[in-house]
């Protein structure tokens, strides 16, 4: 019971934080509605675009929240992360495997067929990203400007999946937010998949003791994990973040 309520508190800080996180842009000034007298239909259209998309693919739902987290670590929320062109953040590696933007740009053209120039693509953006969350709904404040650049020497802050607990703290610090943030936020990974790659590492070979795995893990997690990635599988083999969920942004 108290675990159940544990989770269920857990749950509501993340879409908490996930509407901060929502606001974190570079102007100030949003608000929820902010296109209510001049493009009511946005945030329908983006719901509508961003459905259709998921029904052909569902794993672009968690592919365009992760883009969302990947454009507002770097200058705000500002979709900087969805500029093309040599040298911007979306050819960093960390933004390498990063998908989605073909649902944007569709959602972007069909705002823009109804109301032309007025909606900001960081909006859209962070539209989207809360309707792919499949399973519960925020409201999102509206209202950000657009960013103008975009350097992919500026993705070096994104968080590694190498990074030690205290550089992922720095790196979080550097936007107010504290440890209770960050742990919070990362339960954006109960919806998705992640290739083995990025833990099967510390699975074999990593350590003298604990079976060869990493002894921070716990062993029966090991053997779990070991049975999802095994040791000479491909470690581009996509494996679900919160198994029997894949698709669903739940406690
Ligand atoms: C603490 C820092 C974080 C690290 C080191 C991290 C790392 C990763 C890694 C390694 C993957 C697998 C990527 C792949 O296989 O292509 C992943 C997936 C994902 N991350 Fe994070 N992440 C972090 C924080 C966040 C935050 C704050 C959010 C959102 C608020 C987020 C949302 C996601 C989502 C939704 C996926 C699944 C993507 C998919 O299925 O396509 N992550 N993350």
């Not at 908490?16 to 493009?39: D, E, I, P």
Request: net charge negative.
């Amino acid at each position: 019971m108290m675990e159940g309520n544990y989770s269920k508190n857990k749950f509501f800080l993340v879409l908490a934080l996930l509407n901060m996180a929502a606001t974190l842009v570079k102007g100030q000034g949003t608000r929820v509605g902010f296109y209510s007298t001049s493009c009511p239909l946005v945030e329908s259209i983006v719901s509508s675009t961003v459905q259709s998309h998921l029904q052909s693919d569902p794993s672009l739902g968690p592919a365009i929240l992760k883009m969302h987290f990947h454009d507002c670590f770097v200058h705000g929320c500002d979709a900087s992360i969805l500029i093309n062109g040599p040298d911007t953040e979306k050819t960093a590696p960390p933004n390498l495997g990063v998908r989605g933007s073909e649902v944007t740009d569709d959602a972007k053209a069909q705002v823009e067929a109804t109301c032309p120039g007025v909606v900001s693509c960081a909006d859209i953006l962070a539209l989207a990203a809360r309707d792919a969350a499949k399973g519960q709904k925020w409201d999102v404040p509206t209202g950000r400007r657009d960013g103008k650049v975009s350097l992919a020497s500026d993705a070096d802050n994104l968080p590694a999946f190498t990074d030690p607990i205290e550089e992922l703290r720095r790196k979080f610090a550097a936007f107010g937010l504290n440890a209770r943030d960050l742990v919070t936020l990362v339960g954006a990974h109960t919806i998705g998949t992640t290739a083995c790659e990025f833990f099967s590492y510390r699975l074999f070979n990593f350590s003298a003791t604990s079976n060869g795995a990493d002894p921070s893990i716990n062993p029966d997690f090991v053997s779990q994990l070991r049975t999802l990635c095994p040791s000479n599988e491909d470690g581009t083999r996509r494996v679900a973040l919160d198994t029997d969920s894949v698709d669903s942004f739940d406690a």
